[in-house]
């Protein structure tokens, strides 16, 4: 099975500095990779995805951006944050092709931002 | 465009009790449905999932779900609820595409009282 590791944790920010939270996935090769959001007492919603290295697509306009600089390796970045960017972002791996694969979830991370 | 409904946002049992969380999706096609359980503060954890044959489909933790094609419903079910399943529950239809993604509801808050 695949492990998704995260990090931080934990991140409290101010309004309009950047962020940089990393996903890194051990187990296989060539993920699709997902980055949700869950807003709290609201479900996930799939702010990007990527079925390779430099391949990002995002599902909803914001602020934030993704990037996947390694095959097992992804990224989400913001220039400047918001209050509404606050949330639980979870990474999340599937392997290549595999259309009733399970998602596998990282342990996610907690951004405050004030 | 697909879609899950949970339309149950909290639900209280005693323990003991048996249980049964609804899900209801809208997909045009043969769906591939998930459930899966969030822990506060975690990841997501895979419970079961559903892509064909046998309609009633056996999880971990004792958890079963039964699809039904008729009523475009997917409801989660457990004999005997323990304290330690009060997590928040989510359905999820995976999407056949590009990104093969998965769509979510918006969770079901399960509360065991002792």
């Known amino acids: 099975s695949q492990t998704i590791h995260q990090w931080p944790a934990t991140l409290v920010q101010p309004v309009g500095s950047p962020l940089s939270l990393e996903c890194t996935v051990e187990?296989?090769?060539?993920?699709?990779l997902y980055w949700y959001r869950q807003a709290a007492g609201r479900g996930l919603q799939l702010l990007f995805y990527?079925?390779?290295?430099?391949?990002i697509s995002s599902e909803v306009p914001q602020n934030l951006s993704a990037s996947r600089p390694q095959d097992r390796q992804f990224i989400l970045s913001s220039k400047k944050l918001l209050l509404s960017d606050s949330g639980f972002y979870l990474c999340?791996?599937?392997?290549?092709?595999?259309?009733?694969?399970?998602?596998?979830f990282g342990e996610g991370s907690r951004l405050t931002v004030l | 465009a697909q879609s899950v409904t949970q339309p149950d946002i909290h639900i209280t049992v005693s323990e003991g009790a048996s249980l049964e969380l609804r899900c209801n999706y809208s997909?045009?096609?043969?769906?591939?449905l998930f459930w899966y359980v969030q822990s506060p503060g975690q990841g997501l954890q895979l419970l079961l999932k559903?892509?064909?044959?046998?309609?009633l489909v056996q999880g971990i933790k004792g958890f079963e779900a039964e699809f039904k094609r008729s009523q475009s419903s997917f409801n989660l079910r457990k004999p005997s609820v323990h304290w330690s399943d009060a997590a928040e529950y989510f359905c999820?239809?995976?999407?056949?595409?590009?990104?093969?993604?998965?769509?979510f509801g918006g969770g079901t808050r399960l509360m065991v009282k002792p």
């Open positions: 559903y892509f064909s044959g046998d309609t």
């Open positions: 990527s079925v390779g290295i430099g391949q």
């Open positions: 999820a239809v995976g999407q056949i595409n590009a990104g093969n993604m998965l769509t």
């Open positions: 999340a791996s599937r392997r290549q092709g595999a259309i009733s694969g399970e998602l596998f």
């Open positions: 997909y045009g096609a043969t769906p591939y």
């Open positions: 187990g296989t090769s060539n993920p699709n």
